[in-house]
């Protein structure tokens, strides 16, 4: 493991200047992100109107969703808002009161929605 690596798991990997979306696109290859390209991050309760069912892609093509299929099972969802674009990369984690934690220092966190 990378001595910057500060989480792991299935579907994300954290370092400290970015965030690996395994599975991402539809060739379900990796797609990498710089912490400075994100402008916020918002958490959701996961619902059928915000993606808790969407296994992979895009229901609105607004939101581009990683492949997770146990995501039903999540009890948080992610929602990163990527500076100077109309679009945005959900995603889920296999921790995510770890996640939260790590983003909140990060000062990424915006909103936690849980309606």
């Known amino acids: 493991m990378d001595a910057r690596m500060i989480y792991s798991d299935s579907l994300v990997e954290i370092t400290a200047e970015s965030i690996l979306f395994r599975r991402y696109n539809i060739f379900e290859r990796d797609r990498l ?30 939101t581009w969703f990683a492949r997770d299929f146990k995501r039903y099972k999540r009890d948080r969802i992610f929602c990163a808002f990527i500076r100077d674009k109309w679009w945005r990369i959900g995603f889920t984690v296999e921790n995510s009161a770890a996640v939260l934690k790590i983003f909140q220092e990060k000062g990424l966190i915006r909103d936690i929605v849980y309606s």
């Open 33 to 62: 992100v710089s912490f400075s390209d994100i402008e916020k991050i918002i958490v959701k309760k996961p619902s059928i109107w915000n993606g808790k069912f969407r296994f992979h892609g895009s229901g609105d093509f607004h």
